[in-house]
């Protein structure tokens, strides 16, 4: 998964802190994803961007805010955490018409 | 609800054995992607098929698209140990810019 670099690894938070996750790819590309992964739900996505300085609403974009100021990162953002939040989190980035390339993951803990 | 269901949810087989999964979906989508994902990384793209009734294969899996691009099916002959891990199936929205997943199927193969 070089290429796709997603920061912290691990994470355990209480409910109601704040924290934002980091996601850098350096392979130039166009669109950037937000995934959150769940037993049993596969892949839900947050929120994604097509460019840099946009962003839009994926299936599941309640709690999080994200960022994207510089082509190469894409931030996800949570507010005031809570326990739902607990998940594995996925940064994925790729070109149009292009397949996706994923991160290695957030394990989030939300207590 | 899942836009699209995985079959089985967990499988559990000898190594030798033959397996068969299936992504079936009410939508139709213009093409389907089949990722496999280890523990502790993100899915790794297989193969994408984009033609209803078409038939890929890599080594001793084979992927198929359904005749009205409703469900697709990978099939592992021989089945090894390093096959072992959560294989998702996705398709685009219609813009293509999102995808959505599937449930996922995890595998193990026991030596």
């Known amino acids: 998964n070089a290429g796709v670099t997603q920061t912290p690894k691990f994470r355990v938070l209480k409910t109601g802190q704040s924290m934002t996750l980091l996601c850098a790819q350096d392979?130039?590309?166009?669109?950037m994803y937000w995934y959150r992964q769940d037993p049993g739900m596969g892949l839900r996505l947050i929120h994604y961007s097509v460019g840099e300085g946009t962003t839009a609403k994926g299936e599941v974009p309640d709690g999080y805010n994200v960022s994207r100021l510089k082509k190469q990162n894409f931030l996800l953002g949570l507010e005031s955490a809570a326990p739902s939040q607990t998940s594995v989190y996925f940064c994925?980035?790729?070109?149009?018409?292009?397949?996706?390339?994923f991160g290695d993951g957030t394990r989030l803990s939300i207590l | 609800t899942q836009l699209l269901e995985q079959s089985p949810q967990f499988l559990s087989i000898q190594e030798g054995e033959n397996l068969t999964v299936y992504c079936n979906s009410s939508s139709v989508f213009s093409s389907l992607q089949w990722y496999r994902q280890e523990p502790g990384e993100g899915p790794v793209l297989l193969v994408t098929v984009v033609t209803g009734g078409e038939v890929k294969k890599l080594k001793r899996l084979t992927f198929q698209f359904g005749d009205a691009r409703k469900d697709s099916s990978l099939h592992i002959t021989a089945a090894q140990p390093g096959d072992t891990g959560l294989y998702l199936c996705a398709g685009p929205t219609n813009t293509g810019n999102q995808f959505y997943f599937g449930t996922g199927t995890s595998l193990t193969v026991i030596p």
């Open positions: 994925a980035s790729r070109d149009p018409n292009q397949p996706q390339h």
């Open positions: 392979m130039n590309h166009e669109y």
